[in-house]
């Protein structure tokens, strides 16, 4: 039992535990179905619109529904929600499992994403009122963001491994062990929590959510493999539309679902901002290293998975080394900074990768995410500490929907940017097909007669690697500049420590 009030004990440090559980599994289903894909064409033989939608709609729902989700929590109880959406994640990874059909696995998948957009914020939310103590409170969100991280690395190979010895059912069926478990230990450890005046909900601002976040989110993807059409560009600027009346709409509604108050909070503007940038720096650099590992490198699926889960070992020491320097009284504006510098450095080095260099990209790969991840940790901190602790579900939802729209936006610049050197690199004498992406160049050689198909793939190859070395070096600066706003637009700030005691607060939930 806790003897201080004002710090965590056992039972809270337990009901962490319990908590990252959904983390991991949701942050596992971004990536689970890579080599799940295949499989799942051969049996239920979608079509290709179909197969797009079997991998993309889980982020898409999700994406849409964060911000909707956050306020649901903060006005009626984020214990509550996060377990209704286990109910509803175990359900459909059930039904995903047994799916016969391409559309009852869309329907499944969507499902999934509903559930997975209750549980990330509400994770996070309860993590905020369970720990009160400052000190301890930045080591539970260390954690959280570590799990959230490697999680995406597990998901595709622990896909790998289950479709090599099981069906492709199998990948859904380990959500259900988890998701039992919390329903079982959640009511038990858990507390309830809410705001005790949310005021009335505001139902315009759900759709006009979706509208402005789905839309922009779906143009991004799109721009990387499809180029910068007129149809990914109107959806983007429409999304945009969409997402100005959604901020006047919370300027003037009398119950907002995003209170403006929020971005008031010192600190909050700021690092809601500087995690878009650091989740941008993430996952540019997956676009490229996915593909170089299998493609350049030609490793199998199963074997790239394994060694891309070499950098989670530096990802393991990133969040607790910042915390141990905030602790010991170094600026939280100096660490963020000197992660996005040590971030930029591991694009740099991967600016530095050839067609043969696997341990050098595998490295750029670990220090580029060990500097954001402990950017992460620290922005997550000051925004759920900037936050009165009523609206944490809100403020969780917002950093993980900067977060989506920063991975969205990095595949579209970033891939954009590589895409255009490999055109450029090519040989202009290669087929049409070969000079639009990687893949199409190692199919059409693989047609082509001995030393001319051989020729192709070097020629290919090199130019991707062109490519990724573009994009880091355009990564490597982006970083570094945004060091320079961090290090000054954090300066002297402080995390407060409330306990939240406008806050509705029990082990009971009543």
Not at 86 to 108: K, M, P, R, V
Not at 388 to 403: C, F, Q, Y
Not at 415 to 430: D, K, L, N, Q, R
């Amino acid at each position: 039992m806790t003897t201080n009030p004002s710090r965590a004990g056992r039972r809270e440090w337990t009901a962490l535990g319990v908590l990252m559980l959904p983390l991991l599994l949701v942050s596992m289903d971004v990536s689970v179905l890579y080599f799940a894909i295949p499989a799942i064409s051969a049996d239920l033989d979608p079509s290709g619109a179909q197969q797009l939608w079997i991998f993309d709609i889980y982020g898409f729902v999700l994406a849409g529904l964060l911000m909707t989700t956050g306020s649901l929590g903060d006005r009626f109880g984020r214990r509550r929600l996060l377990l209704l959406g286990a109910a509803a994640f175990g359900a459909a990874s059930l039904l995903a499992a047994y799916a016969h059909t391409a559309e009852t696995l869309i329907a499944a998948r969507a499902v999934l994403g509903v559930g997975g957009a209750t549980l990330m914020p509400s994770t996070m939310a309860l993590v905020r009122t369970m720990f009160t103590d400052p000190a301890q409170r930045a080591k539970a969100i260390g954690l959280w963001s570590g799990v959230m991280t490697a999680g995406i690395a597990l998901g595709s190979v622990m896909s790998g491994v289950l479709v090599e010895h099981f069906w492709w059912g199998s990948v859904f069926l380990v959500n259900l062990p988890a998701m039992a478990l919390l329903l079982i230990l959640g009511p038990v450890l858990l507390p309830e929590s809410r705001s005790p005046s949310p005021g009335r909900f505001d139902l315009l601002s759900v759709p006009l959510s979706m509208a402005a976040v789905l839309p922009v989110v779906y143009g991004l993807k799109e721009i990387p493999t499809e180029g910068w059409h007129v149809r990914y560009v109107m959806s983007v600027t429409v999304g945009l539309l969409f997402a100005a009346w959604f901020v006047h709409r919370q300027r003037t509604a009398a119950f907002p679902l995003v209170p403006p108050a929020l971005f008031r909070g010192r600190g909050f503007t700021p690092a809601v901002v500087l995690n878009l940038v650091s989740a941008f720096g993430m996952m540019g650099s997956s676009y490229f290293t996915t593909q170089y590992l299998q493609s350049v490198l030609d490793k199998s699926a199963l074997e790239a998975a394994l060694w891309a889960l070499l950098p989670s070992v530096l990802i393991g020491f990133a969040a607790p080394l910042a915390m141990g320097l905030v602790r010991r009284g170094v600026e939280r504006a100096h660490v963020v900074a000197g992660g996005f510098v040590v971030a930029a450095a591991g694009y740099g080095l991967l600016a530095m990768a050839a067609t043969d260099s696997l341990w050098l990209v595998l490295a750029a790969c670990g220090v580029m995410a060990g500097g954001i991840v402990a950017v992460m940790s620290q922005l997550t901190d000051l925004a759920l500490s900037s936050a009165p602790v009523e609206k944490a579900g809100t403020a969780s939802s917002l950093m993980e929907t900067g977060t989506e729209f920063g991975g969205a936006l990095s595949m579209a610049v970033l891939g954009s940017v590589g895409t255009a050197v490999y055109h450029h690199e090519m040989p202009a004498s290669a087929p049409d097909a070969a000079r639009e992406t990687l893949g199409s160049a190692l199919a059409v050689a693989g047609r082509a007669p001995g030393a001319t198909g051989e020729a192709l793939a070097v020629a290919a190859r090199a130019a991707f690697t062109d490519g990724m070395r573009g994009a880091a070096l355009a990564g490597m600066v982006l970083l570094l500049a945004a060091a320079v706003p961090a290090a000054r637009a954090l300066r002297g700030i402080r995390v407060r420590e409330n306990a939240g005691q406008a806050d509705r607060l029990s082990p009971s939930g009543v």
